[in-house]
Structures are given as C-alpha cells and as structure tokens.
C-alpha cells in the first residue's frame, strides 16, 4: 500500500521559513518523480514544485521561484521542502503527491498524503 505522511507545517510570520518533508513508503521511491502541491482555502489544488527521480531536476511555480527549494534523500525514502522567506499568500494545506511515472508538472496526481498545513500570519 502506497503511503505519503507529510510533516513540519505550522504557524509562521512573513518571511519565515518551515521545512516539509514527506516520507514515503509502499512503493520503490528512488523510482518515481515527485511533486509537492497545495491548497489554498476556497481555491483549487495548486501544483508547487517536482523533482525527478535522482534529484538531479527540480521545478518550481513561478510564485516560490527563489524561495522554495525541493530536494529528497532515496536511501530515507524522504521528500522535502523548505520553505523561505514565506508570504501570507503561501498559506495553504501541503501535500506530497505523486503522479504518474515521470510527472514532475501539473496537480494530477495518483497518490497524495494527508497533508500538512502552512499558515503565514502576523
């Protein structure tokens, strides 16, 4: 059984920072690309950010280029994300989700975890 459990949300000021991190298990995770997305209250499932298997290419939504960074560690079976320099508008439920083989691009997704909340206020 496929399993995502997400982590390390929580409460933060602007321009604070929170790491994320994803640990995945029931299926060989050094195999698949992954994607983190998020949503916002009252809005749709927004896609932001994937890395490919090896770690060796990430991309990024424009609006957390230069402040998010994806990374993952396969011997840990773990996907990250760091959050920095965060804004009220980054507030949103996270999820780890993963697509089908070699998606890195788009909210579609074929297993997501429970999610973890990132809120940004004053």
């Known amino acids: 059984e496929v399993q995502l459990v997400e982590s390390g949300g929580g409460l933060v000021q602007p321009g604070g920072s929170l790491r994320l991190s994803c640990a995945a298990s029931?299926?060989?995770?050094?195999?698949?690309?992954m994607k983190w997305v998020r949503q916002a209250p009252g809005k749709g499932l927004e896609w932001v950010s994937g890395?490919?298997?090896?770690?060796?290419?990430?991309y990024y939504t424009d609006s957390v280029k230069g402040r998010f960074t994806i990374s993952r560690d396969n011997a840990k079976n773990t996907l990250y994300l760091q959050l920095n320099s965060l804004k009220t508008e980054d507030t949103a439920m996270y999820y780890c989700?993963?697509?089908?083989?070699?998606?890195?691009?788009?909210?579609?997704?074929?297993?997501r975890g429970q999610g973890t909340q990132v809120t940004v206020s004053s």
């Open positions: 989700a993963r697509g089908a083989y070699g998606s890195v691009v788009g909210a579609d997704y074929i297993y």
């Open positions: 029931g299926f060989t995770f050094r195999t698949y690309a």
């Open positions: 890395i490919t298997s090896g770690g060796g290419n990430t």
